[in-house]
T-cell receptor
Framework: AQKITQTQPGMFVQEKEAVTLDCTYDTSDPSYGLFWYKQPSSGEMIFLIYQGSYDQQNATEGRYSLNFQKARKSANLVISASQLGDSAMYFC?????????????????FGQGTILTVHP | NAGVTQTPKFQVLKTGQSMTLQCAQD?????MSWYRQDPGMGLRLIHY???????DQGEVPNGYNVSRSTTEDFPLRLLSAAPSQTSVYFCASSWMYEQFFGPGTRLTVL
């Protein structure tokens, strides 16, 4: 079984500053993926970034980067140059491959989320 | 591409009623899943499918049934609705590392 812990119920950041959202995970699977999703007040789930457990480099997608520390089992999301539109709920999630030898991930396990508020 | 579509968007049921939440995707993804999101919580997996004719239980399957007769459709059936099933339901399909979520169905059981 996989477990995700997000210890920050809420975070505040000033516009244009960087912010780090914490995520720790627990899994016994040797191969897994780590994910971050954004959920704005409108309710949809928006995929932000992915990190594979065997990836040597930290993942980056535009202003988003994932600080992956495998030994510490942490997968923190860093948002650079925060914008007002970044205000939302952010979920960290993990998954193992959907089936042996497959390429797709399924069975996401989510953390409880962090509400990010960006102040002007 | 419409992506992942869900109907209805909103539904109110009385305790004991049954209903089916519809989910369809037009991306030819083999893997589909259903999640529920309760207030202040992350999503929890109800059921999933790795292809037509193959389904399995997730973390919170009690009170729900699924079937997968085609690649495109993955309906979720509530057998006898209970107030504890009041939640927002998301359907998703996945390819590689990305899960594509539908817009959600907000269900209230009175």
């Amino acid at each position: 079984a996989q477990k995700i812990t997000q210890t920050q119920p809420g975070m505040f950041v000033q516009e244009k500053e960087a912010v780090t959202l914490d995520c720790t995970y627990d899994t016994s699977d040797p191969s897994y993926g780590l994910f971050w999703y954004k959920q704005p007040s409108s309710g949809e789930m928006i995929f932000l970034i992915y990190q594979g457990s065997y990836d040597q480099q930290n993942a980056t997608e535009g202003r988003y980067s994932l600080n992956f520390q495998k030994a510490r089992k942490s997968a923190n999301l860093v948002i650079s140059a925060s914008q007002l539109g970044d205000s939302a709920m952010y979920f960290c999630a993990s998954s193992r491959k959907a089936n042996a030898g497959g390429t797709s991930y399924g069975k996401l396990t989510f953390g409880q989320g962090t509400i990010l508020t960006v102040h002007p | 591409n419409a992506g992942v579509t869900q109907t209805p968007k909103f539904q109110v049921l009385k305790t004991g009623q049954s209903m089916t939440l519809q989910c369809a995707q037009d991306m030819n993804h083999e893997y589909m899943s259903w999640y529920r999101q309760d207030p202040g919580m992350g999503l929890r997996l109800i059921h999933y499918s790795v292809g037509a004719g193959i389904t399995d239980q997730g973390e919170v399957p009690n009170g729900y049934n699924v079937s997968r007769s085609t690649t495109e459709d993955f309906p979720l059936r509530l057998l006898s609705a209970a107030p504890s099933q009041t939640s927002v339901y998301f359907c998703a399909s996945s390819w590689m590392y990305e899960q594509f979520f539908g817009p959600g169905t907000r269900l209230t059981v009175l």
